[in-house]
């Protein structure tokens, strides 16, 4: 009699694991691909390429993407602003499950980011849309949470004759 209510809590629990571990296998996330894409490149202001999608749970909801390139400012200089060949994106559980994938963090592995001092006051970094001065509704979203994991960054001086180059590696 006293057990009955444990062994309800404990089969409930059990079907909420299970429909945990299985969510992966339930949603293709490459379906979204093209949705993830437009959301970054809206809140970045820059072209943003993804190559290969995968969901998984643990320890958080987040999307691994193989091969990313974030394109640089066309003012500035042609190319990448930053090239990696992993990304974590974290996504919110609610947005998942209305098909509305939501980034809310972006972890960049082992990125190859490029910093491009164009003039004295410009950096090709100083016009990523979430550094300008925005108002209305974009202003009101949610910050995108940034972390780089043992990145090299290679840091232009055009301002310099001839141009200084310097790069860094291990950066975190």
Known sequence: PWFKPALG??????????????????????????QIARQLEQRLGRNVGLGALSLHIWPLLNVNV???????????AAGE?????????????????????????????????????ATPEQWNWSTLKPLQDTTGSEAEQAPLNLRITNGSFKLIDRTLSPPVEKSYSGVN
């Not at 079907?15 to 691909?33: D, H, T």
């Open 9 to 34: 809590l404990a089969v409930v629990l059990g079907l909420l694991l299970l429909s945990a571990l299985a969510l992966p296998y339930l949603i293709n996330i490459n379906n979204y691909r093209d």
């Open 66 to 76: 193989t091969d990313v390139q974030i394109g640089d400012d066309p003012q500035i």
């Open 81 to 117: 602003f930053v090239q990696a060949k992993a990304v974590r994106l974290q996504l919110g559980w609610l947005s998942l499950l209305r098909g509305n994938p939501q980034v809310t963090g972006l972890e960049l592995i082992e990125p190859a980011v490029t910093l491009i001092k």
